[in-house]
């Protein structure tokens, strides 16, 4: 699915999957880190897949 702009915009952007599994860390939920294919940086998501 790819990642709408303006949801990017409002989203952390992590430089490395690293620093986003260390923010990931550190939340009360579950979150996982995915690749941005709109800024090609890291977000996290609570998402979980489904495939």
Known sequence: M???LSICAKKVRYASRQHALLAAAGADT??????CDR????????RIRVR
């Open 30 to 35: 579950p979150l996982r880190p995915y690749r």
């Open 2 to 4: 790819r990642t709408r």
């Open 39 to 46: 800024c090609f940086r890291f977000h996290l998501t609570s």
